[in-house]
Every structure is written in structure tokens, then in C-alpha cells.
């Protein structure tokens, strides 16, 4: 599985970003997906996940943004809106990927692909 995430920079508070996640190389049809946040000294934690079996998305309180799924097994694109920056928003975001999976899932240990992260940065 391949994950190549692009789209993060540089904003002022209130800003907004997109991040895009491009996954590809996996095949079937149910796969768990998601974006996850690590901020400077905390545990890395999910913002927004994909559930392919029931076709839903889930997203944890402080996510200020929708995740939108697109494409089929040939590859898909998980997009994540960063809307309302705040400073502490300010983190590294990954993409992770599990083929095979069709359940939603926020559990990081679950996740056996993984992008290489896109830092976002919020000034004040």
C-alpha cells in the first residue's frame, strides 16, 4: 500500500488547510482509513476515520472539518478540511491505511500502513 498525504503549510489563526491523502496499491473493497493528529509532546491521536462497511464518517469533538472519501480499490483519496485554526491545532497530521478491514477504527495499533505525516503549523 502506497499513502502519499500532501497539503499541509502554514496558516494564521482562523486560517484553513485541506489535506489530501492519496492511498493506492491495496485491494477488495472494505479498509479502514483516517487521519490522525500528534501534537509537539502528546500521543498521537485519531480526528477523523472512515467506516467502509457501514459507509460513515466519525470524527472526534475538536475536529473543525469534514472527511471526505473518494475513488474505488484502484485508489482512493481521503481529504480532511482544517477549518477555525487555532495555535494548538498546531501538529504533525498522518494518513494511516489497514486493507481488509471494514470496521470504523481509531485505534492507532490497528493501522499497519501509515503516511509520512504533513506538519501544520497555526500562528497567532
Known amino acids: 500500500v502506497q499513502l502519499v498525504e500532501s497539503g499541509g503549510g502554514s496558516v494564521q489563526t482562523g486560517g484553513s488547510l485541506e489535506l489530501s491523502c492519496a492511498a493506492s496499491g491495496f485491494t477488495g473493497d472494505e479498509y479502514a482509513i483516517g487521519w490522525f493528529l500528534q501534537a509537539p509532546g502528546k500521543e498521537r491521536e485519531a480526528i477523523s476515520w472512515y467506516d467502509t462497511r457501514n459507509g460513515t464518517y466519525s470524527y472526534i469533538p475538536r475536529a473543525k472539518g469534514r472527511l471526505v472519501i473518494a475513488g474505488d480499490n484502484a485508489g482512493i483519496t481521503a481529504t480532511l478540511a482544517l477549518n477555525n485554526q487555532e495555535p494548538e491545532d498546531t501538529a504533525v497530521y498522518y494518513c494511516?491505511?489497514?486493507?481488509?478491514?471494514?470496521?470504523?477504527?481509531?485505534?492507532?495499533?490497528?493501522?499497519?500502513?501509515w503516511g509520512q505525516g504533513v506538519q501544520v503549523t497555526v500562528s497567532s
Open positions: 494511516p491505511f489497514k486493507g481488509d478491514w471494514g470496521f470504523a477504527c481509531d485505534q492507532l495499533n490497528v493501522y499497519d500502513n
